[in-house]
């Protein structure tokens, strides 16, 4: 195992690449109990059109299939995989977002024997015409539920304004006519396409001792045999650079307007640093703005115009980008007003020197106490990985930002033309 050493925050990630392709980094954390490992491949739900090296034509499989296969996953031919890891001492789960899925356990004991059942479940794929088409009723009801949440309908309302054609702007979970066309062999195609350990990372960090648990992943991964890693070329529409639509606007059983307010990275950025470093600038930038402590807050507070669930998030990846604020609203249309006056005034007047330093070592702060959590340092290690970046390079980052880079970035980022609502407002 290669060893990287990080005075600075304190800790030894080590690293190896296993013969089969698998990247594996364990980071020990002494004195903690508890022991947090994900098992990652880049795979998600942006990822409907692809090929192999080879194939004459592209393939595009049903919207939310990413998802599904995810769900069919802890389906075993043996049994329950829950039940596998409840018998060692373990909580498991899994998420999919747009571009990875990841499969995931948290425990303080029987660490060996708990990896081993993260490895196996996630490379022992069991699908059949029977439990396929039990899970689409499943997920089907998933998705009905969710058309009716607020918060769900409001955020990809805002992403289908922002984008005109690019996957990101579908649901995750894809739609109920979508799921009916997944069969169990376009599964096993999305699998063997997407869950070779080449493209994957292996992930664990807590209470363990890393050279125990190597030996156990090395071991797991030697008795078992795969093919040739596939060369994957995916393929996305091209976006047009501006909004898909201005507003977007849907009408459900709330007490109160839901609104968001987002605008879009029009331009591509190369996997790489650059992608953790547009993130956090513009995280710093968003928090000057309408951050908690910032003087807009406090205003629209005031006023009545957001309450305390009044957030914003920044996401970005090679493709595509986003930010967004916004949550409860009495006014959907005199908050964005409020914000957009806020903006012309920034613009011309630029950033407060005072507040963007406060906001900037608030950041620092805040992702060093972040470093006690495991569950953060996994959720996020091999997310930014896979774009080409390193989680914990997100201080040396911080440092380096200006007040400059920050002006700069308000100016290019929040622009008329880049910008959509979308609004959920109760029923008549």
Known sequence: MRESIDDRLGHVLYHETLPNGLNVYLLPKPGFQQTYATFTTHYGSVDSTFRLTGE????TV???????????????????VFRDFARHGASANAYTTFDITSYLFSSTQDIQENLEVLLDF?????????????????IAQEIRMYEDNPDTRVFYGLLRALYAVHPVRIDIAGTVDSIQRIDKETLYRCYRTFYHPANMVFFAVGGFDPEAAMAVIRENQARKSFPEAP???R???????????ARAEVRLAVSQPRCLIGWKDPDPLPPGPGI???ELLTGVVLDVLFGRSSDLFDELIGEGLIDQQFSWEYERTPEYGYSL?????????RLAARVEAKLDEVRERGLPEAEFERCRRKSIGRFMAALDSPSYIARHFASYRFRGADLFQTVEILDRLTLEDANRRMREHFVSGQRSISVVLPKA
């Open 56 to 59: 004459p034509e592209f393939t």
């Open 62 to 80: 049903p919207d939310g299939i990413a998802h599904f296969l995810e769900h069919k996953m802890f389906e075993s031919e043996h049994g329950d």
């Open 122 to 138: 996630v490379q022992d794929p069991y699908f059949t015409d029977e439990n396929v088409a039990k899970e689409k009723g499943i």
């Open 231 to 233: 060369r994957i070329e």
């Open 235 to 245: 393929k996305t529409p091209s976006e047009p650079p501006g909004v898909h639509q």
């Open 276 to 278: 953790l470093e547009r």
């Open 325 to 333: 604020i916004g949550g409860n609203t009495p006014d959907p249309d």
